[in-house]
């Protein structure tokens, strides 16, 4: 027999069987799909949750806001206008949950501020002999009528990313102005001279005046006249906040006159929050703008370089809207607000109006002698560059008589038309063009783009 210790013994290695290549991938892929599930819905139902913190629902009620057109004819005095019927459910139901009670009051209480203002210059006007403590007087009681019309006011800055010259990046604050141009029980909506490209470059936040702020989110531009239209959600502020902020009340710019008291509010001295006071000198009619002609403000106020900001009458009524480019010998110039409400009223529904891009004037029967054509018609005094209109082909000193088989035999009906149309589609335009053997009718394609 062999020794103990030289005794064989049998080594056994246990393997556990390889899974199937065609079993590993079938779990692979079966994980993958959990995972992309798992991931759709938490982007689905966290971005439904955010776009309901942030931005309007489907399911919420529309309201439309209506600031019911002006007559050219109706003079308006400086006393505070009764809003329509269809203004006040834009309005009142703005602060819908919040007691009624104290809307009452803050209209009550500006409407005593603006009677008050008034009732000191005509005691002044009719004395004649005014003293220092009357004028001293009549700045406070100015500035009550400014210190409630801010409730309509708030500052607008715009949070974005630059680069200096290292290539380092860093945050970048710029602040303007915003007046509370409606509010419906969701939105608050606010009008701001700021560009769309810098809107769409940063976040934007607004801090009303009684020192809240809340995050704002672009619901409409206006390129031509440089306006924005900026929502804040209604159910994101406090109580206190929604019982404080008020919609400004827009004027008659058609009542407008020379010597008439006013306070340019929003950044007359380019600063946001500066304000001026001053008077009408001279109010110019139916001035050539593009797509419209207008009511001009001039004033005795200086605005300094980027200066922008809203006219306000004595019943702290907007009047009109003003900026740098206006400025005329560097005098405060505004467009008349009357001229503008249609287009306020579409970006506060969030709607773009249709863009000609041409400035002219209606073919009065002096004019109709002096070009000697009989046909009524928009004569085109000019065409803005790379504009829908000079793109298509029409030119200064065509006469446009119809659009879309419309006949067009002012600017206010041009106006009215374009205002009809929903942009980016093509329309027929026909003019009559002046050649050597007189005016030849053509017609023309032209695209509208957006305003």
């Known amino acids: ?54 931005t309007p629902t489907e399911t919420e009620p529309q309201e439309s806001v209506i600031f019911p057109p002006d007559q050219p004819d109706t003079q308006a005095a400086d006393t505070k206008e009764e809003p329509s019927g269809e203004e006040v459910s834009t309005t009142e139901e703005a602060l819908t949950e919040a007691p009624s009670e ?74 303007t102005f915003g007046v509370v141009i409606a509010v419906t029980s969701r939105e608050i909506l606010i009008l701001t001279p700021y560009a769309e490209s810098i809107l769409a470059d940063g976040s934007v936040s607004v801090r009303f005046t009684n020192r809240e702020v809340a995050a704002a989110y672009l619901k409409a531009t206006d390129k031509t006249s440089g306006l924005a239209m900026l929502a804040v959600q209604a159910r994101g502020l406090s109580e206190e906040a929604r019982q404080f902020i008020q919609p400004v009340t827009l004027g008659n710019s058609f009542g407008c006159s020379m010597g008439q008291p006013v306070i340019a509010m929003g950044a ?35 605005g300094a370089p980027a200066s922008c900001g809203f006219l306000i009458n004595l019943s702290g009524a907007l009047i009109g809207w003003y900026d740098e480019s206006l400025a005329e010998n560097g005098f405060i110039t505004a467009v008349g607000v009357s001229d503008m409400k249609n287009y306020l009223q579409n970006l506060s529904n969030g709607l773009s109006t249709a863009y000609l891009g041409i400035t002219g004037q209606t073919l009065t029967g002096s004019l109709k002698e002096q070009l000697g054509v009989e046909e009524s018609g928009v004569y085109l005094l000019s065409c803005a560059d790379e504009g829908p209109a000079m793109i298509a082909g029409l030119m200064s000193g065509d006469i446009i008589t119809q659009v879309s088989g419309e006949p067009v035999a002012s600017m206010a009906q041009l106006k009215a038309l374009l205002g009809d149309i929903n942009i980016e589609q093509t329309v027929k335009i026909s003019v009559l063009r002046r050649s050597a053997g007189g005016y030849q009718p053509l017609e023309y394609e032209v695209y509208l783009e957006r305003r």
């Open 1 to 54: 027999m062999e020794p103990a210790d030289n005794k064989s013994y049998i080594r056994e290695t246990i393997e556990k069987p390889r899974m199937p290549f065609w079993k590993k991938l079938l779990i692979t892929v079966f994980l993958a799909v959990i995972f992309g599930a798992v991931a759709a819905c938490a982007f689905v139902f966290g971005k439904g949750l955010l776009d309901r913190l942030t």
């Open 102 to 175: 104290s809307s009452d009051t803050a209209e009550s209480s500006e409407e005593d501020a603006a009677a008050a203002l008034e009732s000191l210059v005509q005691e002044m006007i009719d004395a004649r002999q005014p003293g220092l403590p009357d004028i001293a007087q009549l700045y406070r009681a100015a500035a009550d009528l400014v210190s409630e019309t801010n409730r309509s006011f708030a500052a607008v800055s715009i949070m974005r990313k630059e680069t200096d010259a290292f290539g380092v990046e860093y945050d970048y604050q710029e602040t």
């Open 268 to 302: 007359p001295a380019g600063s946001a929050g500066s304000l001026r006071y001053g008077m009408l000198t001279y109010v110019q009619d139916d001035v050539a703008m593009t797509d419209n002609v207008c009511r001009i403000l001039h004033t005795d106020m200086t």
